[in-house]
Each structure stands twice: as structure tokens, then as C-alpha cells.
């Protein structure tokens, strides 16, 4: 009787001594990865990590390639985001996740090296968010690409300059100053040859209404008596107003202009025995012109102005000597009408 009551203690003493040395063993089962582990104090650690790579690989895995992997888990704001690195014959692999709780890339990272012993994959270059506690989530977790890198700053655009108002339009009667400058001129009498000049204005206009002033001064002119070894050299110093209504728009126009003018006439004789001399008078003119005007920016305009005048006074150009009057006589009278051609740009503020 002894015996039989034993026999039943004998046997359960029996396989809990056989259920102890399987757990002993799979505790002491292997798993060929080396883990380098960096993570916040609040973290699972790095057994932590193997402990679940050993629960959930399988016998098959321990003859797998050696897997180095390295996990650095940081901070980011309220979330955490897990960096993991592996490395199997060669292959390379790296994931990003990230998750609100730490404990659940313990399980992210757990799985991911499963996979690699078990199948071979490389995690991929991903961005992951996780929310299993464990990482054995329902579903595989979201897979989020990485951004695009940034577009190459584009270059700062250049706005192109407003049109000008249209003339008749809202901004018909606006008051503006006008630059012409600097300008060429062509002088055509009153003196015997057309002459050069450098032209200079300044003026304003209101609507479809000019007013300019000119300034022009031209080079010296040899000019010689009938007896030719004599004769005087003159030079025209001219300011005049031009008084003009355009037609057409504000970009390309056409004024006919009143002007009147006021000259000083320098001239200094020369010749043998005479004893050079500078001389001074003033003439003046009126007459009618017109300028036809470009616009080619907001502020910036071609000018071409002509112009024809009748001279009200034409002094004759004498050697001062009266000894010279008799012998030589008059070196020459100005003409009755003169002309210029004006050209060059016009500033308008």
C-alpha cells in the first residue's frame, strides 16, 4: 500500500523537474545578435531587447548569419524615436520610428531583428510611427517615406515697372518733371555753317500740357571775311522755351510747341596787324517746332525736337578797327531764319 501511494508523488515530482529544465533552457537559448544599445534611463535596456528578440525567435534562428545591429533611442519633444542599424553578410539597413510610449520600440526593435534572422530582410530606410506596446501590433505599423529634400530657394522675382498711365485716363492730369538731358543738338544758322551744340532742359508737364526750357551751347565757328586772311570767330550760347500740347498717348506722342529764344553771340576777330578782341551781344527769335517723344520705361523717354525760328535782331559781325571796316569790310551778317534738331533722352519724375 506504501508503494502504491508513492508512485503518484514520484511522477509529478518527475515532470516538474522536466517542466524546470525546459524553461531553464530556453532561457539559456542564443540568439546570434549583437546588440549595441544606447537609450534615456526611463527605457527598456538592452536586455530588455534580447529577452523579447529570444521569446519570439525560434530554434531555426540559431544557425542564422550573425546579426550587428546598434539602437540609440532619443528624446524628441513629448515622442521618442528609435534609430536601429543592422548589419548581416554585408547587408545593410537602417529604420526610423518613432512613438509616444518608450516601452513600445522595445518591441519595434525585437521584431525587426526577428525578421532579419529569420527571413533575411533588411528593415527598410523608413520612417515608422508606432503604437503597439510590444511590437506584435494588429497591423503593420503606418510607413511614412521621408520627406523630400528641400527645394532650391528660388530666385528673389523681379516685378516688371508699371505701365504708365494712359493719357485722358485717371492719371491724365498728373504734374510731372521732366529731365532732358544730356542731349545732342544741330544748330542750322543764323551763322554761315550748321553747328554742334550740347543740349541741356528742365521742365514739367500736367495732363496733356508741356513747358521746357532749353539750354544749348555750341561749338566756336571760323568765319571769314570777304578778304579771307581776316575774319572773326563766333560762338552761340542759347536758352529757350518751348510751350507744347502732345497728341496721341503717353507712349508714343506728338506736340507742336510755341518757342521763343534769347542767344549771345560771342565773336573775336582775327587777322594780321588786329589785336584779337571779344565782343558781346544778344539776339532773339520766335518760331514753331514740334517733339515727338518715346516712352521706354516708366521714367524714361526718347526725345526728337525740331524746331525753326525767324531772328528778330541780326547784328553784323564787324573787326573793330575802322581802318579794317574801310579795307576788309563787314565780316558777315546773320542769317534771318535758323533751325535746330534736338536729340536725346528725357527723364520724367
Known amino acids: 500500500m506504501s508503494a502504491r501511494r508513492g508512485a503518484p508523488y514520484a511522477v509529478a515530482a518527475a515532470l516538474t523537474l ?20 544606447s537609450a534615456p534611463p526611463e527605457c527598456p535596456t538592452r536586455a530588455a ?45 537602417e529604420r526610423l520610428v518613432r512613438s509616444a510610449q518608450c516601452e513600445d520600440l522595445r518591441g519595434v526593435a525585437a521584431v525587426s531583428l526577428v525578421l532579419l534572422l529569420t527571413s533575411g530582410r533588411q528593415p527598410d530606410d523608413t520612417t515608422s510611427s508606432s503604437s503597439s506596446t510590444d511590437g506584435l501590433s494588429s497591423g503593420p505599423a503606418e510607413e511614412t517615406p521621408k520627406p523630400p529634400p528641400a527645394p532650391p530657394a528660388p530666385e528673389p522675382a523681379v516685378e516688371p515697372e508699371p505701365e504708365p498711365a494712359a493719357e485722358g485716363g485717371a492719371g491724365g492730369s498728373t504734374f510731372r518733371w521732366l529731365l532732358a538731358a544730356p542731349q545732342l543738338a544741330l544748330q ?5 555753317r550748321p553747328t554742334p551744340a550740347l543740349s541741356v532742359g528742365l521742365g514739367f508737364e500736367v495732363g496733356r500740357w508741356s513747358l521746357r526750357v532749353l539750354g544749348q551751347w555750341a561749338v566756336k565757328q571760323r568765319i571769314a571775311a570777304p578778304l579771307s586772311i581776316y575774319g572773326a570767330e563766333a560762338q552761340r550760347a542759347t536758352v529757350g522755351l518751348w510751350a507744347c500740347g502732345a497728341l496721341g498717348g503717353d507712349r508714343l506722342s506728338f506736340a507742336p510747341c510755341l518757342q521763343g529764344s534769347v542767344s549771345r553771340l560771342t565773336a573775336t576777330g582775327y587777322g594780321p596787324f588786329l589785336v584779337p578782341s ?23 523717354a526718347l526725345m526728337v525736337a ?14 573793330s578797327s575802322a581802318d579794317f571796316d574801310e579795307t576788309v569790310g563787314p565780316v558777315r551778317r ?11 533722352p528725357e527723364w520724367i519724375f
Open 306 to 319: 525740331v524746331g525753326g525760328q525767324v531772328e528778330l535782331k541780326r547784328p553784323d559781325l564787324r573787326l
Open 188 to 192: 542750322v544758322g543764323p551763322l554761315p
Open 18 to 37: 522536466a517542466g524546470l529544465a525546459c524553461s531553464v533552457n530556453a532561457r539559456a537559448q542564443t540568439v546570434p545578435v549583437e546588440l549595441t544599445w
Open 49 to 93: 531587447v534580447l529577452a523579447r528578440v529570444r521569446e519570439l525567435a525560434s530554434a531555426a534562428t540559431n544557425n542564422a548569419p550573425l546579426v550587428r545591429a546598434e539602437g540609440e533611442i532619443r528624446k524628441i519633444g513629448a515622442a521618442f524615436e528609435l534609430r536601429l542599424l543592422t548589419e548581416q553578410e554585408g547587408q545593410r539597413g
Open 334 to 344: 546773320l542769317a534771318p531764319v535758323s533751325g535746330q534738331l534736338v536729340v536725346g
Open 278 to 300: 571779344s565782343q558781346h551781344q544778344a539776339t532773339w527769335a520766335v518760331g514753331a517746332g514740334a517733339i515727338a517723344r518715346a516712352r521706354l520705361t516708366g521714367s524714361l
